[in-house]
């Protein structure tokens, strides 16, 4: 494609801002910051295998110099950037205990959440990793930054995306007016407008979850895993298994090609294993946005309260009518006639 016709993520947020009445360029220079990051994160991610990066965090490397983990490294790249920007109050991370208040910005209203290294049992074997953020607003500017601002429902989301360090380098991210995918150009280090209007198909043929946990899968799951395997002409089943373990990648993979990503309760995690506030509320906003469906089992999970910000909850994930199937399956309910689900 001549470069005259591509469209840089700067250009497109410059575009799209016009169209918001309030906007002051704050969520771009935010975009700004996690661009860059993303940038730096993976230059490191592409040359994992030749530095000191793969140790554990903790260990010291021949020089005596500590090693750092890439989703430590991520972590602090990130943190360092968001902080940079002056936009942002608060942050909370996935590999931070508490929230990160940022100095100097205690009156600024926006709070950014993230998974800075999704997928890091992946780091050692080349297999796509990613970064997952979300974005909200402070509600009560006339106090100072606590807790309880962190602690919204994933509805109140303002945008929400991921990076995804793959065959190629990838943002995918919506404010709420849809879904775009970015790819970045390495030869310009620009993302540049590759998916514009990304939806997701209704129906889907791929299904992604550990079945190795199969066993200890509420009993509708179980079902559900055997009708995807089921022969039937009518339905295209049985559908293909895809799992790769980065939830970023197979999220990504089905949202582009139609499936549906699960993460359920097992006896030993009641509440799963995916974070509602670092991955499935992202997640979540992305899919609704794309014309999919994301539930815990039990209700949307961009309605859920969180309590705390490490919270778990189950996540079934993606095509409309896979996701309805499966959560009418886990409660026992009536499948409706879908299309092809
Ligand atoms: P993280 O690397 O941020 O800890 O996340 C890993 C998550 C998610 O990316 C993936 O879908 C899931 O863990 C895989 O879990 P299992 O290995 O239990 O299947
Ligand atoms: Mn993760
Ligand atoms: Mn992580």
């Known amino acids: 494609m001549p470069y005259s016709k591509v469209i840089t993520l700067e250009q497109f947020i410059v575009d799209q801002q ?10 771009s220079k935010i975009f700004r910051s996690l661009e860059l990051a993303a940038k730096v994160v993976n230059r490191d991610v592409r040359k994992a295998g030749l530095v000191d990066i793969l140790g554990n965090h903790g260990a010291t490397n021949v020089q005596g110099e500590e090693q750092k983990k890439l989703d430590v490294i991520a972590n602090d790249v990130f943190i360092a950037a968001l902080s940079r920007c002056g936009e942002v109050c608060m942050i909370i991370s996935e590999e931070n205990d508490e929230e990160y208040y940022v100095d100097g910005c205690e009156n600024e209203k926006y709070i950014v959440a993230m998974d800075p290294l999704d997928g890091s049992s992946n780091i050692d074997v080349n297999a796509s990793i990613g970064t997952i953020f979300s974005i909200y607003t402070r509600k009560n500017l006339n106090e100072k930054p606590k807790l ?3 602690l919204q429902k994933g509805k109140n989301q303002v945008a929400s995306g991921y990076f995804i360090y793959g065959s190629s380098t990838m943002l995918v991210y919506t404010t709420g ?5 970015f790819t ?5 280090q620009e993302f540049c407008l590759s998916h514009p209007n990304i939806t997701t198909p209704d129906d889907g043929k791929i299904y992604s979850v550990n079945e190795g946990n ?26 293909s298994a895809r799992y790769i373990g980065s939830l970023i990648a197979d ?34 906003f992305i899919i609704e946005q794309a014309g999919g469906v994301a539930s815990t089992g039990d209700g949307r999970v961009m309605d859920v309260k969180p309590e705390k910000l490490h919270q778990r909850v189950p996540l079934y994930i993606g095509s409309k009518n896979m996701v309805t199937r499966v959560v009418a399956m886990l409660n026992n309910e009536e499948v409706a006639e879908l299309a092809n689900s």
């Open 148 to 150: 309880e601002d962190c």
């Open 177 to 181: 007016t849809g879904v775009n995918g």
């Open 214 to 239: 199969l066993a200890d899968f509420p009993d509708g799951v179980q079902e559900y895993v055997q009708y995807c395997k089921e022969k039937d002409k009518t339905t295209s089943r049985p559908y």
């Open 18 to 27: 016009s169209l918001y009445k309030d906007a002051q360029g704050s969520l």
């Open 251 to 284: 999220f990504h993979r089905n949202l582009l090609k139609g499936g549906i990503f699960m993460y359920p309760s097992t006896e030993k995690a009641p509440s799963g294993k995916l974070r509602l506030m670092y991955e499935a509320n992202p997640m979540a």
């Open 184 to 188: 970045l150009d390495d030869s310009i």
